[in-house]
T-cell receptor
Framework: AQTVTQSQPEMSVQEAETVTLSCTYD???????LFWYKQPPSRQMILVIR??????QNATENRFSVNFQKAAKSFSLKISDSQLGDTAMYFC????????????FGTGTRLTIIP | EAQVTQNPRYLITVTGKKLTVTCSQN?????MSWYRQDPGLGLRQIYY???????DKGDVPEGYKVSRKEKRNFPLILESPSPNQTSLYFC??????????????FGDGTRLSIL
C-alpha cells in the first residue's frame, strides 16, 4: 500500500515571496503519477500540477513548479511570487499507473499568504 | 461545461435515517469514485467504479453502498447513517485507461452532518 506524508500542517508566507511545501511518499511501484491539489475555502479540489514518475523533468505550471526526486521519494511544490489567492489547503496525492485509479492523499498543508 | 455535480451540497440529518448523495458527470468518464475528507486525515477512498455495473471497495467502505447502473451516475447510499459518518464527501471521475494520466475531476463536495 502507498502512503503519502506532508509534514508541515501549516505554513505562512508574505505576499510575493516564494514558499515550498514538502511531500514524501512510499511505494513499491515503479510507474505512477503524483499530483498537487489546492483546496480554497470554497472546498473545491483544484488540480495545481502533476508529474509522471517516468519523466525526469520537473513539471512547471506558471508560478508553480515541483522538485521531483524519485530515488528519495520526494515531491515538493514551489510557489513563486505568492499571491493572496494562493491561500488554501494543499494536498499531495499519489496514483498508481495501473489498476484502481485511487488517489492516495497526504494530510494536507494549510498555506496562508500574508498581505 | 465539463463537470461533476453532487447533490445536496449540505445536509443535516439524524442517526438511522437513510440518505443518498447523488453524483453525475457529463464527460462520459468510465471511472468514478467517492472520497471522504476528515481533518488531519486527508481524503480517503470509499468506493470506486471502473465502469457500469463494476464497483469495488476502497479504503473505508463500511457503512456505505454504491451503485453504477448508468455511466454518468454514481450515487452514494448511507443505509443507516451514524455520527462517525459526519464528513465532507467528494465524488470524482476520470477517463480510463490511465495511460496519459488523465486527472480526476472533482465535484464541489457535500457536507454531511449526522446528529
Amino acid at each position: 500500500a502507498q502512503t503519502v506524508t506532508q509534514s508541515q500542517p501549516e505554513m505562512s508566507v508574505q505576499e510575493a515571496e516564494t514558499v515550498t511545501l514538502s511531500c514524501t511518499y512510499d511505494t513499491s511501484e515503479n510507474n505512477y503519477y503524483l499530483f498537487w491539489y489546492k483546496q480554497p475555502p470554497s472546498r473545491q479540489m483544484i488540480l495545481v500540477i502533476r508529474q509522471e514518475a517516468y519523466k525526469q523533468q520537473n513539471a512547471t505550471e506558471n508560478r508553480f513548479s515541483v522538485n521531483f526526486q524519485k530515488a528519495a521519494k520526494s515531491f515538493s511544490l514551489k510557489i513563486s511570487d505568492s499571491q493572496l489567492g494562493d491561500t488554501a489547503m494543499y494536498f499531495c496525492a499519489f496514483r498508481p499507473y495501473f489498476g484502481n485509479e485511487k488517489l492516495t492523499f497526504g494530510t494536507g498543508t494549510r498555506l496562508t499568504i500574508i498581505p | 461545461e465539463a463537470q461533476v455535480t453532487q447533490n445536496p451540497r449540505y445536509l443535516i440529518t439524524v442517526t438511522g435515517k437513510k440518505l443518498t448523495v447523488t453524483c453525475s458527470q457529463n464527460m462520459n468518464h468510465e471511472y468514478m469514485s467517492w472520497y471522504r475528507q476528515d481533518p488531519g486525515l486527508g481524503l480517503r477512498q470509499i468506493y470506486y467504479s471502473m465502469n457500469v455495473e463494476v464497483t469495488d471497495k476502497g479504503d473505508v467502505p463500511e457503512g456505505y453502498k454504491v451503485s453504477r447502473k448508468e455511466k454518468r451516475n454514481f450515487p452514494l447510499i448511507l443505509e443507516s447513517p451514524s455520527p462517525n459518518q459526519t464528513s465532507l464527501y467528494f465524488c470524482a471521475s476520470s477517463q480510463t485507461p490511465t495511460g496519459p494520466g488523465q486527472p480526476q475531476h472533482f465535484g464541489d463536495g457535500t457536507r454531511l452532518s449526522i446528529l
